[in-house]
């Protein structure tokens, strides 16, 4: 009986956390008109109170075959996002893993000075790095391009964080033991290392996926040419014209966060799972 | 090893996904390219504005003369028609030549008359300036006999006048002296006062007398005066009657006018006699009208209207009254007919009864056109130079404000594109193909669009099929 009652409880609250998508799901399907009959009164274009169904009265495509016929701008955002978040990804990979291995299982001076600045580092939002940011990518003339948001993207400190904490996890004698056996520290970095801290790396980059994918500050504070925007910024005003298209565009921007998320779910899991577990 | 399978579902799913994304960017690239319009631009020119006005008309006579003969006489024939051409000297018409004759005697016979009356109008005159001489003669010898009676008379009636005057003083003095001697003897006694006295009232008496004639003669001569006055005035008036002025008559000069327009009209009838009753051209022409017939008496008014060969042709058409704004009287016009083409200047313009269109006169050159012949007329018109113009594909109406679209190219998402963007203008003047524009707003190189295969509004993308600057 409990466990019927907390199961209901629970289904309760994940409706409540899908709703968003049910909302989008719903609209993307929806005439103009009868989104704007139903939202008007949130845009304070009708009277009375804002409703929602969850069904269309009148089902319509037009919005998605205008979307993805008659928008070119959605896509040429969707590649910048793609290619923003690609090279964000790809950057950490490359760099980040090494910085967490190398302060995960190495011990030299200063250690703990450097762990306690990349978690102070962490813990700072965008706004209040953003002024030093844009003074150096100034400096460094990238401003107006997309490298003026996959630089700094590369060298978050999170996804280090993350993957420290997964190296830090494999046991000293399986090292140890690889080292007897003859290996170098780059054999072992990428023999054992990188396999045994997979989840997390995995979990450190989709956790970067999701961030990278909806920055919105990083655009609108470094790029002013509008053909750099990704698809966070696409069409940021709704209106009584665009309501079904903007409701289309969020559902398809959606898909590849979703996707990649279920893709490293397991890992993500395992991950926190196995942290927990050595904790 | 169950995690990679089910990660391998999911991240093929996402390539998918990209594989989908990337066809639908290529075809709503292609789709973009296909409705975003294209148009023609062309940049702002220097120009002057040309109006061509033309119009199609007639050639027309210049000018119609009048044939006129002596009215009431009857038409024996008429020899022509209306729209006959005739040349100088050819019979129109011929007149009953006994009706004619008659006509003749009976202008002559009151002619005649009026001479008769005018030598009896003579003969009176002399005969009463001969008797108003005699009449002023004799008034002016009867007044003065009148004035030399009258002073005579005045002159006697003065000096009987004087003679009493001279009387009474003597009396006056007689009983002065008697008066005295009577005081005289104041104390004597009564008995030799009384013939003093006496004589004293005798003496009054004489006097009383004498006063008394001495008023009728003053009264004889004043009433002598005021007589002599009166007839002094009366032969005075007489003269004046005598001499005055007789009443104007122009009765004779009256007549002598007469005569001679019977004499002009007598001359008429001679010629006509002479020439046997026909009347003729006096110039070259086409009859255009008929005003009389056989049997029927000649008019005052004309009997025939022709054309004036001397006078010519002249073209008439009609333009709309919005270009008449560029015409005006002594432009050159180029008319053209049949391959000849001759220039010639507006010789007028004026509305049509109407008021629907403007009528353009020229005068036609002589042996240029014929009449009735159909005639093109053409006249370019040049305006001030403009230093803005553009062609009137490229302005736009709005609820009576004029526009343009001027191709920027501004950043969007999709790069750098090209972009209309609206510009209110003031259209100067403009014509068929053309328009002058005030040059606030626009550059020099603006691209503003002049065509476009789809319909364009402010803010929408276009592409540039053409960059060429006219």
Redesign the interface.
Known sequence: MKRAISIIILALFALLGISPIIFLAAGAFMGNQEIMDAIGPVLQTHHGNASWKLLPKFPTMKNLVQLLLDTPEFFQMFWNSVKITGGILAGQFLFGTPAAWGLARYSFRGKKVIYLIYITMMMMPFQVTMLSEYLVLDQMHLLDTSASIILPGIFSTFSVFIIYRFFCGIPEEILEAARIDGAGELQIFFRIGIPLGAAGIISALVLSFLECWNMIEQPMTFLATKSLWPLSLFLPKVDSSNAGVSLCASLIALLPAVLVFLAGQDYFEQGIASSAVKE | M??MK??????K??GV??AA?FL??V???A??SI?VAKVSVSTPASRKIQHAISAEGRAEKNREISVLTQPDILVRSVLVNAGQRVEKGDVLAILDLAHLEEQFEDVVGEKRALELQNQALEQNRRQEQQSKRKAAARAKSDYHQIIQKNNQAIRKARTAVNKAQRACQKGKDALRNARTALKKVQTETEKKKAPLRQKVEKEKETLTSLEAALSEQRNILAELQKTADAEKQTAKRAIEDAMATPATDHTDDINDISIQKLNHKIRKLSALKKGKGMITASEGGVITAVLTGVGQKTLDTAIFTMTDDRAGLKFIGQIAPKDAKYMSVGDTVTLESAGNQVEAPIASMELDENKEFMNVTALLPADTFSLGETISMALVQESENYPCTLPLTAIYNDNGKKYILAAETE??????QQVARKIEVKVLEQNDSYAALESDGIKENSKIITDAESFVKAGDRIRLIEKESE
């Open positions: 169950q995690n089910h990660a391998t579902f999911w991240l799913g996402l996904l990209l994304m639908f960017t075809i709503s690239r789709t973009d409705t950043d969007t998402v999709l790069g750098k």
